[in-house]
Nanobody, 125 residues
Framework: VQLQAFGGGLVQAGGSLRLSCAASGRSFSSYAMGWFRQAPGKEREFVAGISWTGGSTHYADSVKGRFTISRDKAKNTVYLQMNSLKAEDTAVYYC???????????????????WGKGTLVTVSS
């Protein structure tokens, strides 16, 4: 089972990026999925979550209104559209999924079981 996040890169403040997280080895269609990030010298934090149905989403206050999480069950992929990026969004972004299916979009770091390798997002000011 593998989660692979990609789409990171260097972008100027105010710009946009779209991250993707492709799952392989099993279907995650019955699982909520989320994005977390870890900035240099800081602890990993929750960014966005989407319920197993895709009908409910949840965001950290710091990204609300700027980031949008979505999923394509047919492609076993979850996305994070990031707009109006700020320097403080610079971090390694990870996708993750819990071990328990059918959960909500409200995800906690300690509930995550499957983690993908991160993708670095650097926002220049």
């Amino acid at each position: 089972v593998q989660l692979q996040a990609f789409g990171g890169g260097l972008v100027q403040a105010g710009g946009s990026l779209r991250l993707s997280c492709a799952a392989s080895g099993r279907s995650f269609s019955s699982y909520a999925m989320g994005w977390f990030r870890q900035a240099p010298g800081k602890e990993r934090e929750f960014v966005a979550g989407i319920s197993w149905t895709g009908g409910s989403t949840h965001y950290a206050d710091s990204v609300k209104g700027r980031f949008t999480i979505s999923r394509d069950k047919a492609k076993n992929t979850v996305y994070l559209q990031m707009n109006s990026l700020k320097a403080e969004d610079t971090a390694v972004y990870y996708c993750a999924a819990p071990q328990t299916p059918y959960t909500s979009a409200v995800l906690k770091d300690y509930d995550m079981y499957y983690w993908g390798k991160g993708t670095l997002v650097t926002v220049s000011s």
